[in-house]
């Protein structure tokens, strides 16, 4: 069990470090998968001991080894959360196919959230990938009816929100929305949905209070839908129980 836990924690912050270079390269349209990792601020090509995941952020103590510039946090960031995820996933779904389902589906919004933070955009590359492996899992679990009701759902509740809103939330989080309701199906889109907008409400909150922001000033959405599906895909069934136990 430990070594278990110790490999997927490794695995994770491997693949996480591959998500930093698609959250980096996808917005700027560099190619991904036959350049080498180098220095944003000098250019210089990473050797081996400079990518090493987690180790080499803290050996270089946040620094470029040759041109002294800061590594930004959000490195090591996604790489132990990536790791995380891969630990969570096991502990709750061993070596199957939820396993893989809830590692794709997790790493997917890590890369799709981080970007939208930074740039207010929905990529179309991580999430067109998504429906695809979402749909070769349909195809393994079929979930047909359930997967078609959260696929209906989800974006028509988005697409009335964008036109009663008159455009108040982007067309990005409509496209991600079918990427939820694939993955989450009926009845998790349910309290996907109202959690999504309760985790979002409280950033939205404390910037208006503070005057950091006004109710004019645009706020990326993706990232709370994001928290809120990795919630929902783990606990979605004990929420839905503990609601229908006080309606009772």
Known sequence: MIFNIIFNFILGTIVGSFLNVLIYRLPRKIEVVYSRSF???????LGFFDLIPLLSYILLKGKCRYCG????????????????????????????????????????????????????????????????????????EKNYIDTLYGVIIAPLIFFLIIVLSKGGMGGGDFKLSFLFGLYLSFPKII??????????????????????ATRKTPLPFGPFMAISGIIVFLFGNQIIRFYNNLML
């Open 69 to 140: 510039a800061k590594i930004s946090f959000i490195y090591p960031l996604v790489e132990f959360l990536t790791g995380i995820i891969f630990v969570i996933s096991f502990i709750y779904y061993g070596f199957s196919i939820f396993y893989l389902k809830f590692i794709i589906f997790s790493s997917i919004l890590i890369v799709i959230s981080i970007i939208d933070l930074k740039t207010m955009e929905i990529v179309d590359g991580p999430l067109y990938f998504g429906l695809f492996m979402g749909i070769i899992f349909l195809l393994i």
């Open 39 to 45: 220095c944003p601020e000098c250019g210089h090509k």
């Open 191 to 212: 309290p996907w949905f109202f959690l999504s907008f309760l985790i979002g409400f409280i950033p939205a909150i404390y910037l208006l209070i503070t005057k950091k």
